[in-house]
């Protein structure tokens, strides 16, 4: 379906190939593999949730476009755009989309705020989601290439219910965090107490 999918130069000024040339640039082989397994999958719920196909492409293509930048290059970041002080000690898992976001916007001249969006919160979800930020959140968890232990269960969830799919990743995620005693950043447990907790 990926290959079919013509971009309008409406939310990214280059063509679906020319964007992955991009993407190809930033990233080892296997992160970009990743990538377009994101794409892949993003594409096939959308098929089935529904979703506007090219911004789920391109927020899929760039949605870990700045994962392998150097530390000191989200730190300038961070300070740059004054992002609170406390985001410096979370480190790249959630620096990646939070602060890549600003990365992209100027390097690609993206501007489109659902998309950016989308990348912001791909590793943490958040209360109110897009469709977009939901198809992005999920695939990224389920995409063909990820191998634990309720992996496959996750992914028949996706198919039949992206809202459920979002709970079920959520909570496997923090309790994974739990687990390794990892610093937990406050929007993963806001996602969790809309997504999860039974009201």
Do not use: C
């Not at 999920?138 to 809202?163: C, H, K, M, W």
Request: proline share 3%; glycine share 6%; charged share 30%.
């Amino acid at each position: 379906m990926s290959k079919e999918i013509v971009y309008t130069n409406q939310y990214v000024d280059v063509s679906r190939e020319r964007l992955i040339e991009i993407v190809a640039q930033q990233m080892s082989e296997k992160r970009f593999a990743h990538v377009l397994r994101v794409e892949e999958m993003a594409l096939e719920l959308a098929g089935i949730h529904g979703g506007d196909l090219e911004k789920v492409s391109i927020a899929a293509l760039v949605h870990d476009y700045a994962k392998e930048r150097p530390d000191h290059d989200f730190i300038k970041v961070i300070q740059e755009k004054g992002f609170p002080e406390e985001l410096l000690v979370y480190g790249n898992p959630i620096w990646h989309g939070l602060v890549g976001a600003e990365i992209i916007s100027k390097e690609l001249g993206m501007t489109d705020a659902e998309i950016l969006n989308a990348v912001r919160l791909h590793t943490t979800g958040a209360a109110d989601m897009t469709q977009l930020d939901k198809l992005i959140y999920v695939a990224d968890y389920v995409e063909s290439g990820r191998d634990f232990p309720v992996v496959n269960q996750a992914r028949e969830i996706a198919l039949t219910d992206l809202d459920e799919a979002v709970a079920f990743e959520t909570k496997h995620t923090l309790a994974y965090l739990v687990e390794k005693e990892a610093l937990i950043y406050p929007k993963t447990i806001e996602t969790f107490n809309q997504w999860v907790v039974k009201k």
